[in-house]
């Protein structure tokens, strides 16, 4: 029985290159470097990406705490009253958001009447009549009124500049303290009365207080602080 010579693929590609001269091409190694291989070269360390770094999430800012204004204690209704000093001449200036002016808080922070307090506005400020008894006459504030214009550099007519309580009578406001008074120009240039924005806040605030919807500490600190703040906030 004749033999059968059995090959593999090696000695068949070696035969076929006997017979030809040439010299067979070794096989490709799946272990060589750069072909089909996941190991890196000799020498090189194999380092996975690093994942990528996520940035923080925003953090809200921490709530703003309103500053607390420094408001002064007056020496309340006088009998009778005099003419008070004002601030010396071109000592004191004003602010303006948009139209609507602001007090300098050097010379006008503010005051209120000691006898004004919580436990008693059913007897004062939200009683009828309260606050003409307690108002100082023109005599008194008209004089006052031009110093004080002097003081804050105001050259309009005084037809259209109210000398305004900062804290209004109605709110607690003392009458004649010089820390509670300023000339305030109109904030409407075509005006022709000294009716101002002002007036309508001074109102409203009055109002939620004699309510018991705003306390008269807090309607105080709001409309001494910024009147104009106060009036976005609270409307008038």
């Not at 090696?10 to 291989?37: E, F, K, M, Q, R």
């Amino acid at each position: 029985m004749p033999h059968r010579l059995v090959l593999g693929l090696g000695s068949v590609v070696a035969a076929l290159a006997a017979g030809s001269g040439c010299t067979p091409t070794p096989p490709i190694s799946s272990s060589a470097p750069g072909l089909h291989s996941h190991r890196p070269p000799p020498g090189v360390t194999s380092r996975r990406a690093p994942p990528p770094a996520v940035a923080p999430a925003p953090r809200s800012p921490p709530p703003v705490t309103p500053a607390v204004v420094a408001i002064e204690v007056g020496p309340g209704p006088q009998t009778p009253y005099r003419v008070e000093p004002q601030p010396a001449p071109g000592a004191c200036h004003y602010t303006y958001l948009g139209p609507d002016p602001l007090p300098d808080p050097r010379c006008t922070p503010g005051a209120v009447n000691p006898q004004v307090t919580e436990a008693d506005i059913g007897s004062t400020i939200c009683a009828a009549g309260f606050t003409s008894a307690i108002r100082p006459p023109e005599r008194i504030t008209e004089p006052e009124k031009a110093a004080s214009a002097a003081a804050y550099g105001y050259a309009g007519s005084f037809h259209v500049a109210e000398y305004d309580h900062l804290i209004p009578l109605e709110l607690g406001g003392d009458p004649n303290d010089p820390a509670n008074l300023w000339v305030e120009p109109p904030d409407d240039p075509h005006a022709t009365t000294f009716t101002n924005a002002k007036d309508g806040l001074e109102n409203r605030l009055r109002a939620l207080v004699c309510s018991g919807r705003l306390t008269l500490s807090a309607a105080q600190q709001a409309i001494a602080g910024s009147w104009v703040a106060a009036l976005r906030t609270y409307g008038g």
